[in-house]
């Protein structure tokens, strides 16, 4: 591992633990990308750039050497309005109005480790042997642009991260139209792109598509990551699939609009680039200022999709996620939402929380509802004080009648919101996002607090501190339900409001840094509309997501399907929920609901006091057999065996990295009459292993169980499931 400079040849050579990225200075200082994938010695790379005279309206860059051009040179970090005509990484605006910059490579430096970003999340190492970073300077003389790019190899993993920083080192004002951390060229098109894309409730499905010649692109203008478009895209090399093939994945280190996409070019080249979203963007840049972009992780796996996003989740379970409970196993939970919605009191609060106990439920979660006179969705949000029509003793009587039963208390917030009727709002109209004179458009019949505000930053840290000092709160679930419009700010010039969407993502961060900091003891999970904001940002501050406000069985399995390419399962929420589903209106068997949501951070959305002796039994065993397989499903290996994208049946499985352990789920859609037999074959095993079966009792071998396989189960109805373990035997 590490980063490899030929001073001579001006070569490149980053080397992870099975990859290697290769770029080189070539003419006046261009950075010309050379090779990404599977790891090389390094013997001659620089035969990787072909310079050849494409065509007259190809521009020459150089004099002296007609075949090079920008316009069909592999680049690192391009520009536009100087000979190249594609999508530029970056844009700038002169003082004269002019936008023409052109970036030549200055200098270098190598270090140990990996450094944070300023106000942004990002990846990080525990010691400076993990990983190693190259800073690239590239300057342009002319306006005085500076750009340092950031690159980190990790040691044990086939990870490479990028990132840019843009700095005014002239004497005038830029102004920046567009600001990506990263571009690279590839140099053929032959591949097929895959995104997660959707809506609410149906977050994260997957889809893929050929490239073709042109733009083709994933995109969020809602002023967060949103359940339309994840960011997140990944190219796939012909003949590539779940296990075999090249496949090259990109992830955005960050919450807000973002842009991430393919350009093909007229010969066939293809542009991969990712970033902040330009639309409707701007930075003013003053002299000696910076802007840092966000942090894109960068994933190549020659063991197709399975394998890059194993990478993913190793990476993101543990160098990206922080704080106690990023290697602890987490608490089964209930939450009350889908069982009361708003209409509670503390002694239905409390027998929901008995019901749970009983059954083994070791967290209960308070939800919307609480505070201020919320009896709906209409009022009160930013008003973070008790309800006492609801809870007439407050919320520490009942923390502690929930604690008395030795369970754990948690609680819902929605801080970065207001209600037009809510005694905050009342008080600070101007405190949300707004544009003076135009409609204050609402969703929800909410607002959004304006965080590029300092005092809009510090109002929300002090009221939430106060609420989670008042009690012993040992979870918070973190909401936000609506996206951005008339997106500006009562306190910017203005010269500066398209800098208000990505200064409310930085005042956003800073927040949860100062809060999550100051609770340590506490297991925030993220939610936006449920799947809104699953985000590797948002994972940085809280390890867990909530994955979807659906909470059907059947549409999750898409939903968490989707979610596994890139997201470990440590990080997804997963309930049981009542039937009829109060999304979709299916009726599915408990067992399948619960077989489902064992996939996941487990816990229950339902009136527990509702269940049927039965029930209660089914539960019991549901509960017991998670407690027993939750270090698998949270810390193991993640394998898809089959897609619900593709077929009527879904099938997956955790193994622990040292393969003793291993846990499937079988999930039948619609029951097919006299349906073929056939069999489902298992990954990760260790082939020399033999393991005991659970079922059965009997011993297979791992080598059988992968290459053999299990015979598919036969069920009698719709929406059936099974579970298989597996255990080492010697």
Known sequence: MGIHVDSQRQLFHLQ???????????????????????????????HLLELTPR????PSTADDNPALSLDTLPQEYPGYGSSDFRNPAYQIELPDGTTVAELIYDSHVIQKGKPGLEGLPSTYVENEEEAETLELTLKDAYSGLRVVLTY???????????????????????????ALSMSLDFAHDQYEMVQLSGAWARERYLHKRKLVPGMQSVESRRGASSHVQNPFLALMANGADEDHGDVYGISLVYSGSFLAGVEVDQFHSARLFMGLNPFDFGWRLEPGASLQTPEVVMVHSHEGLGGMSRTYHDLYRSRLCRGVFRDQTRPIL?????????????????????????????????????????????SSLGDWFVDRGKLPNGLED???????????????????????????????????????????????????????????????????????????????KWDMNRNMTEIGSA???????????????????????????????????????????????????????????????????????????????SAMGAHVSAVPNHQVGRITPLETRGHVALSGNFGYELDLTK????DNEIVKKQVELYKEIRHLVQFGDFYRLLSPFEGNDTAWMFISKDKREAFAVYVSVLKEPYAPLSRFRLKGMD????????????????????????????????????????????
Not at 23 to 38: M, N
Not at 55 to 58: H, P, R, T
Not at 348 to 377: H, M, P, Q, T, Y
Not at 466 to 472: K, V
């Open 16 to 46: 992870a633990r099975n990859n290697s990225y290769v770029f080189q200075i070539v003419g006046r200082g261009y950075p010309a990308h050379l090779y990404w994938g599977r790891r090389v010695r390094g013997t001659r790379l620089e």
């Open 55 to 58: 065509a007259s309206f190809s």
């Open 152 to 178: 980190t190899v990790f040691e044990n993993l086939d990870a490479i991260t990028r990132s840019a920083r843009l700095v005014n080192d002239g004497s005038g004002v830029l102004q920046l139209k567009r």
């Open 334 to 378: 209930v939450n009350n939402w889908e069982a009361t919605y708003f209409n509670f009191n503390a002694d239905k609060i409390e027998s929901i929380a008995k019901a749970g106990k009983e059954l083994g439920i070791e967290l209960f979660v308070l939800d919307d509802g609480w505070f201020g006179k919320r009896d709906d969705d209409t």
């Open 398 to 476: 009942l923390v502690e009648r929930v604690r008395s039963m030795e369970m754990q208390f948690g609680l819902w917030f929605e801080p970065e919101m207001v209600s037009p009727q809510s005694e905050l709002y009342r008080k600070h109209p101007d405190w949300c996002l707004h544009v003076e004179g135009r409609r204050r458009t609402k969703a929800r019949e909410q607002l959004i607090l304006d965080l590029s505000r300092k005092d809009v930053q510090d109002y929300i840290v002090q009221a939430v501190s106060d609420i989670l000092a008042s009690a012993p709160i040992t979870y918070v």
């Open 491 to 569: 306190l910017l010039p203005p010269e500066r409001q398209r800098e208000t969407a990505h200064r409310y993502m930085l005042g956003l961060y800073s927040v949860l840094e100062r809060i999550t900091s100051a609770f340590p003891h506490i297991l925030f999970e993220s939610c936006s509309g449920g799947g809104g904001r699953f985000d590797p940002g948002m994972l940085y501050y809280m390890p867990q997501t909530w994955t979807s406000d659906n909470t059907d069985a059947i549409s999750r399995l898409k939903i968490q399907y989707g979610t596994s390419l890139v997201y470990p399962v």
């Open 611 to 614: 269940f049927s002796g039965e």
């Open 687 to 730: 082939p020399d292993m033999n393991y005991r079966l659970d079922l059965d009792g009997k011993q297979y071998g791992g080598d059988e169980l992968m290459y053999a396989g299990l015979p598919v189960p036969q069920f009698h109805g719709d929406y059936e499931s099974r579970v298989y373990r597996f255990t080492a035997v010697e």
